[in-house]
């Protein structure tokens, strides 16, 4: 069982990327997935969360409006397409899998309750490192 991140780089503020994180060993639209980023010294972040049920789609406030996350069953693969990207979304960014979608949310939308344990996520990718600089 495995989540392989890839798709970051270098880019300069304003520019895009188009994070992949690919599953092995189990069929992806049957867990939640949820991008996370850490930033050096920082905690890490949830970003945002793509349901299995229904495929509804959830973002930090950090990411609304710039971010898109979208998942092709086929592929067996959830995308995180990341425009106008500032500086300050310079981090790892990691995928993860849950089968319960609330222990994702509190780490993503403030008023879902408190942030659950990240322990109880039962898949994390590898990162894939993005920096954003001119």
């Known amino acids: 069982v495995q989540l392989q991140a890839s798709g970051g780089g270098l880019v300069q503020p304003g520019g895009s990327l188009r994070l992949s994180c690919k599953a092995s060993g189990f069929t992806i639209s049957y867990y939640a997935i949820a991008w996370f980023r850490q930033a050096p010294g920082k905690e890490r972040e949830g970003i945002s969360c793509?349901?299995?049920?229904?495929?509804?789609?959830y973002y930090a406030k950090s990411a609304k409006g710039r971010f898109t996350i979208s998942r092709d069953s086929a592929k067996n693969t959830v995308y995180l397409q990341m425009n106008d990207l500032k500086p300050e979304d310079t981090a790892v960014y990691y995928c993860?899998?849950?089968?319960?979608?609330?222990?994702?949310?509190?780490?993503?939308?403030?008023?879902?309750?408190?942030?659950?344990?990240?322990?109880?996520?039962?898949?994390w990718g590898r990162g894939t490192q993005v920096t954003v600089s001119s």
């Open positions: 793509i349901a299995s049920s229904d495929g509804a789609k």
């Open positions: 993860a899998a849950g089968k319960i979608i609330y222990y994702l949310l509190t780490h993503i939308l403030p008023d879902v309750g408190k942030k659950s344990d990240l322990g109880d996520v039962d898949y």
